[in-house]
Antibody
């Protein structure tokens, strides 16, 4: 059974960098055919795709976030991470990590989410 | 602003059917950008309920069905149950920009 778990600070100051890690169990971040993704949801609002890193390390991110997004794979720990720089209150959200099965192009496994407040 | 538009809310009585639309530009909905659907009950993480327009993952009840016509994808819940009360989101993959987009979301209320 595949399980994803987000971790990181719940409070970040404006202009600083938000850092989150997703720990994967039951699958390998190095396995082919996967995108490891980040999705966020501001309080009371809808879902917003942040970006993904593939099993090979290639990345793609939401153009609206410009160049603030950095994603990495940590294969020895079976984790992947998100860094979002120069945060503002608009980045306050629940952040979810999720797995995409590339063949299905759908987010088929989700973490429980972690709330990050910028203040 | 999302490129996938959903109605803000739909409602129905137990046992009835409701349909949620997901309308996009031609670049987001089509043969090479299959739509998926997610259910999000209050206070929980979203869950995949339909992928590749109409395929249900294992464990998803068959009262959930998906379809597509032109630039609009649809999710139908037949035989509405109280536990179906949740927010529902569509999503599509944009192959031209290797990115994903979510719909605006629809709240389903069981009367």
């Amino acid at each position: 059974q595949v399980h994803l778990q987000e971790s990181g600070p719940g409070l970040v100051k404006p202009s600083e960098t938000l850092s989150l890690t997703c720990t994967v169990s039951g699958d390998s971040v190095s396995s082919g055919g996967r995108y490891w993704t980040w999705i966020r949801q501001p309080p009371g609002k809808g879902l917003e795709w942040v970006g993904y890193i593939s099993y090979s390390g290639s990345t793609s991110h939401n153009p609206s976030l410009k160049s603030r997004v950095t994603m990495s794979l940590h294969t020895s720990k079976n984790q992947f991470s998100l860094k979002l720089s120069s945060v503002t209150a608009a980045d306050t959200a629940v952040y979810y990590c999720a797995r995409v099965a590339i063949a299905a192009r759908a987010f088929n496994i989700w973490g429980q989410g972690t709330m990050v407040t910028v203040s | 602003q999302s490129a996938l538009t959903q109605p803000p809310s739909v409602s129905g009585s137990p046992g009835q059917s409701v349909t949620i639309s997901c309308t996009a530009t031609a670049s987001d909905v089509g043969s090479y950008n299959p739509v998926s659907w997610y259910q999000q009950p209050p206070g929980t993480a979203p869950k995949l309920i339909i992928y590749e327009v109409s395929i249900r993952p294992s464990g998803v009840p068959d009262r959930f069905s998906g379809s597509e016509s032109g630039n609009t994808a649809s999710l139908t819940i037949s035989g509405l149950q109280a536990e179906d009360e949740a927010h529902y989101y569509c999503s599509s993959y944009r192959s031209s920009s290797t990115s994903y987009v979510f719909g605006t979301g629809t709240k389903v209320t069981v009367l």
